[in-house]
């Protein structure tokens, strides 16, 4: 299905997916109330999402070996674009104008790179 510099470019956006992921773990986490900064920190949830962070930097080194550097401006950003949705999708959060705005310019941004390149 996919191959070459697909399946690696693949593996690295997944990697920028699942970071995602982390992120809104943390959020959730840090919006709740602990007994102690020890809870605070040490939990099953923050625990998992730096679990998490640490399976990224892999797949990411593992994707870098064979994707030129030059795509990062185009694969790394869509984590702006991942966090804000999974938020809307999980945490039921809403996404002001200013924030769709923001979003369709990164697109735009990625699109316009990724066209000149």
Do not use: C, D
Request: hydrophobic share 55%.
């Amino acid at each position: 299905m996919f191959t070459g510099l697909w399946k690696y470019l693949l593996i690295w956006i997944i990697s920028v997916f699942i970071s995602s992921i982390a992120q809104v773990m943390l959020k959730v986490e840090a919006n709740k109330t602990h007994k102690t900064r020890l809870q605070e920190y040490l939990n099953p949830m923050v625990a998992g999402a730096y679990g998490i962070f640490f399976v990224s930097v892999f797949l990411t080194y593992y994707a870098l070996k064979y994707v030129p550097l030059t795509y990062s401006p185009i694969v790394e950003p869509l984590s702006y674009i991942f966090v804000p949705v999974i938020g809307v999708l999980l945490l039921h959060e809403k996404l002001s104008k200013r924030r769709i705005l923001g979003m369709l310019i990164m697109i735009a941004g990625i699109a316009v790179f990724s066209i000149g390149g």
